[in-house]
């Protein structure tokens, strides 16, 4: 059964950090590209940030220098490790595994910024 579960939204102040986690399955940790999104309301879903297997990483533009993926192959985890958070970064974060034949949806964390 895939399972992922996202963890470490919150609400915290403009210039803040936090760190979200999502741990995998094993099996699809090891065979899939993992990935962070996050959908505004009223937006559409966007790419965050990926991470291949082999550790290939791709940020939007909008979080370039601010955010971190990094996935730890020991314990099926990926983090998004964000700093000088924005209000426009207010969102739902969902962790999404990927390949080119399928992909699987955490249930999204929410992240607010705001004072």
């Known amino acids: 059964q895939v399972q992922l579960v996202e963890s470490g939204g919150g609400l915290v102040q403009p210039g803040g950090s936090l760190r979200l986690s999502c741990a995998a399955s094993?099996?699809?940790?090891?065979?899939?590209?993992m990935a962070w999104y996050r959908q505004a309301p009223g937006k559409q879903r966007e790419l965050v940030a990926s991470i291949t297997r082999g550790g290939s990483i791709n940020y939007a533009d909008s979080v370039k220098g601010r955010f971190t993926i990094s996935r730890d192959n020991s314990k099926s985890t990926v983090y998004l490790e964000m700093n000088s958070l924005k209000p426009d970064d207010t969102a739902v974060y969902y962790c999404?595994?990927?390949?080119?034949?399928?992909?699987?949806w955490g249930q999204g964390t929410q992240v607010t910024v705001s004072s």
């Open positions: 999404k595994a990927d390949n080119i034949l399928s992909g699987y």
């Open positions: 094993e099996s699809i940790f090891r065979g899939y590209r």
